[in-house]
């Protein structure tokens, strides 16, 4: 079982449209959260961290199920610009890293 | 916040030419760089951990040898693939630890093309 996973989709939603992705984890040891997304050929942008109470910034809501290990993103009101590739990142503390193979997000006109 | 600069951006090169990266975090001090490659379509996959004055850490299926990692100072780290083939094209991407450890920072990456 890899150590990260998610929906590679392609996702592709309407524009004003809610759209939700989830990552399993299967380390329990896992400390720190991430949603990074990245544009083609481009490097990943910090999108968000995820925290076990859950947080919210603008369209964008990030909540962390540690019983279940999976993380979770939504994103309402879907625009243009949204789309990408969101990646899943988990750490163990420190500097061990692990990206999940990501889930690629296409919103139409 | 901080900045890793990575440059080139792109790189064409003739089979069996060895190609250099760099990496440079410009406001702060990184002690460990993260090297990764990524194939179309596919995640970041870490090739090496690039820690300063001492040995990079390869991941399983990296080759040292074909990869030279060095990371002489607190601002840089350097990636050269020897002996370059077209199975080595990718994208390569350079991050660092921020201050707290706790989020990665990337450089813009390097699209490698071997003819």
């Known amino acids: 079982r890899k150590e990260v996973e998610q929906d590679p989709g392609p996702f592709n939603v309407p524009e004003g449209a809610t759209v939700a992705f989830n990552c399993t984890y299967s380390?329990?040891?896992?400390?720190?959260f991430f949603w990074y997304r990245q544009d083609c050929r481009k490097e990943p942008k910090l999108l968000m961290s995820v925290y076990s109470s859950g947080n919210e910034d603008g369209r964008f809501t990030a909540q962390l199920n540690r019983a279940s290990q999976y993380i979770s993103l939504l994103i309402r009101d879907s625009k243009l610009s949204d789309s990408a590739t969101y990646l899943c990142?988990?750490?163990?503390?420190?500097?061990?890293?692990?990206f999940g193979p990501g889930t690629r997000l296409s919103v139409l006109p | 916040g901080a900045v890793v600069s990575q440059h080139p951006s792109w790189v064409i090169c003739k089979s069996g030419t060895s190609v250099k990266i760099e990496c440079r975090s410009l406001d702060f001090q990184a002690t460990t760089m993260f090297w990764y490659r990524q194939f179309p379509k596919q995640s970041l996959m870490l090739m090496a951990t690039s820690n300063e004055g001492s040995k990079a850490t390869y991941e399983q299926g990296v080759e040292k040898d074909k990869f030279l990692i060095n990371h002489a100072s607190l601002t840089l780290s350097t990636l050269t693939v020897t002996s370059a083939h077209p199975e080595d094209s990718s994208f390569y991407i350079c991050s660092a630890d921020g201050r707290n450890n706790e989020k990665l920072f990337f450089g813009s990456g390097t699209q490698l093309s071997v003819l």
């Open positions: 990142v988990v750490t163990q503390g420190g500097q061990n890293f692990v």
């Open positions: 380390n329990s040891a896992s400390q720190s």
